[in-house]
């Protein structure tokens, strides 16, 4: 085998070719490092790297604090303060933007994995993140929500000259009730007019034939229809949006009455616990002997004249397919559809919408079946003060209305007596 190469350092020197002793090597080492030194510390008496006085560190004692803090260094520095904070409030918002594009970019995709805690501590998540506003969408109305809007909330109602008696009870209970944020949007100019003679915040939407020619003439169902399409721009603005049919009194702020987990708070045509908030229908079929009782699940569909809906993917979505439906089957019951739309499973052939849903306390978002049915008949529910009352179930709208008040408001406790359960 070869033999062990030595580095060229360690190869003989000297003239006569043999190599140095081990020894020899680190006297020679040692007195090459101490001539270095000697001549360092000769030329660089301050050591190698030279500082200049102001480079010295330097605590202040507390006369020189008080030396330095002359009226133009503080309002110097409270200005660099501000710029700051001005920099850093950017920088907060572009962080909030970014995020939002990131949790758009990562929609309907798995992004994270998570691990399942202790037995009985797991919850799914219930709110969705809200889109990324786009003032783009429509200017015009962006600035008036920015005016009316209350924390990025408001009430909408849609309406046209065929309701305008109703719609002047509709704005008149919500001032009474100290309750700024609402907004009309007018279907036609007489509705727009009204509005601003009466001081009632309005929006006119700029000129659409398929919107405007059912908004001028239309019933009651059409008009209703229309709001799926009209509410998509308030959810692409960024503003969570309660959608207020006008036959509709309102006795508290709304408001402080939300719980903000879903997509969609709605309120229930149920009028008593089971049928607003589900229950275990047992269907009978003798035929099959053992297996004659299947079990079946039901609850009373959502109100489609009054909501709370946030401004989310799968709000927008929900909008569209309803609007999508309506277009194609013009006689269709929007509240129908939205409830389908909003209940149905996944199955072959059909894609269901993931959308959160709430179902609204029904003795606080009162139906007029539940008021004539139940609650005028009962003396503690009767004391109860809801925080608005819906005349969905009955056509003669404006003497139950202002029977309504009477009760509720100016406390004439007979005020409901006369009036049938139903509709004669």
Not at 105 to 115: E, R, W
Not at 286 to 299: E, K
Request: hydrophobic content about 40%; aromatic content about 10%.
């Amino acid at each position: 085998m070869a033999g062990r190469r030595e580095a060229p350092l360690m190869r003989g020197g000297g003239a006569s070719g043999q190599p140095l002793s081990r020894g020899s090597r680190i006297g020679a080492a040692v007195a090459v490092g101490v001539t270095l030194g000697c001549v360092c510390a000769f030329i660089y008496p301050d050591g190698l790297i030279s500082r200049s006085p102001d480079s010295v560190i330097h605590w202040p004692s507390k006369v020189d604090l008080v030396a330095c803090e002359t009226p133009k260094e503080v309002a110097n520095v409270k200005s660099q303060l501000a710029s700051l904070e001005r920099k850093n409030a950017e920088f907060r918002k572009q962080i909030d933007e970014l995020s939002m594009k990131l949790q758009m970019a990562g929609h309907g995709k798995n992004q994270a994995m998570y691990s399942a805690g202790p037995f009985g501590t797991v919850k799914a998540l219930r709110t969705n993140p809200t889109v990324m506003p786009d003032d783009s969408i429509n200017p015009r109305l962006a600035k008036i929500l920015e005016q009316v809007a209350v924390k990025k909330e408001l009430i909408v109602a849609v309406a046209n000259s065929n309701v305008k008696e109703t719609l002047a009870m509709w704005f008149t209970n919500i001032k009474r009730v100290g309750i700024s944020n609402y907004l009309v949007v007018a279907l036609d100019d007489n509705v727009e007019d009204f509005c601003k003679s009466k001081e009632v915040p309005v929006y006119r939407r700029d000129p659409d034939e398929g919107i405007d020619s059912i908004g001028k003439t239309g019933g009651n169902h059409a008009v209703s229809a229309l709001k799926f399409r009209i509410l998509r721009e308030f959810l692409q603005l960024g503003y969570s949006v309660l959608l207020s049919d006008i036959d509709i009194m309102f006795f508290q702020n709304p408001f402080d009455h939300l719980y903000r987990d879903s997509d969609i708070e709605s309120m229930s045509d149920g009028h008593n616990n089971m049928t607003a908030y589900g229950f275990n229908d047992v269907f009978d079929e003798p035929s099959m002997g053992w297996a004659r009782y299947a079990h079946t699940m039901r609850i009373w569909v959502y109100n489609s004249g009054f909501f709370f809906i946030r401004p989310t993917i799968p709000s927008i979505e929900l909008l569209d397919r309803v609007a999508r439906r309506l277009s194609r089957e013009p006689k269709s019951w929007d509240q129908a559809v939205f409830n389908e739309e909003l209940f149905f499973p996944s199955h072959p052939g059909y894609e269901g919408l993931h959308a959160s849903k709430r179902t609204m306390d029904i003795y606080l978002f009162m139906n007029s079946k539940v008021l004539f049915k139940t609650v005028r008949k009962d003396a503690q529910l009767r004391k109860l003060k809801p925080v608005i009352v819906h005349l969905n179930y009955h056509p003669d709208k404006e003497a139950r209305m202002k029977a309504v008040i009477e009760f509720y408001v100016n406390g004439k406790q007979n005020a409901l007596e006369h009036f049938p359960d139903g509709s004669e």
